[in-house]
């Protein structure tokens, strides 16, 4: 039975030390995070650009510039990103939107979309309001509206 709380208070000061770790982590990826935010909001532009189409894809399918995937790291290649194919003026460049309104962005329209160089921070519709997507239900969800009926 010794060894068993030796075994038990050993777990316990290694999980313990992890939180510390990850407390500590979390501070800091905060602290930068709002340092970027920052930063995107000083170059923010409005500007009109027409919707074509819009994807996720990973970067290296997407179209972007040579100098943004080499700025990409190497554990982000792989991820799936949320793209734009917009046209601003008369140039057609692919853009990366931010994934909490790639939902909201309709296609074939026009918009005034807010961005901070190749990436969409805010999309507001041009004329007339933006139709928001129906919220996708998943199979937990319909079981709880089928119990709750």
């Not at 999980?15 to 930063?39: H, N, P, S």
């Not at 009109?48 to 990973?58: E, R, T």
Request: proline content about 5%.
């Amino acid at each position: 039975m010794n060894t068993f709380w030796t075994v038990l208070l050993i777990i316990l000061c290694v999980l313990a030390v992890g939180l510390v770790v990850l407390y500590f982590l979390g501070r800091r990826m905060q602290k930068t995070q709002a340092e970027q935010q920052k930063q995107m909001d000083a170059a923010a532009q409005t500007v009109s650009m027409l919707i074509i189409d819009k994807k996720k894809l990973k970067l290296k399918d997407a179209g972007l510039p040579a100098a943004v995937l080499e700025q990409v790291p190497r554990f982000a290649r792989i991820a799936k990103f949320p793209i734009v194919k917009v046209k601003v003026g008369p140039r057609v460049t692919s853009m990366i939107c931010d994934a909490k309104i790639f939902d909201r962005i309709p296609v074939k329209k026009t918009v005034t979309a807010t961005i901070s160089g190749l990436y969409i921070t805010a999309v507001r519709a041009e004329r007339g309001t933006l139709e928001t997507p129906p919220k996708k239900t998943g199979p937990i969800a319909k079981l709880k509206a089928k119990l709750h009926k």
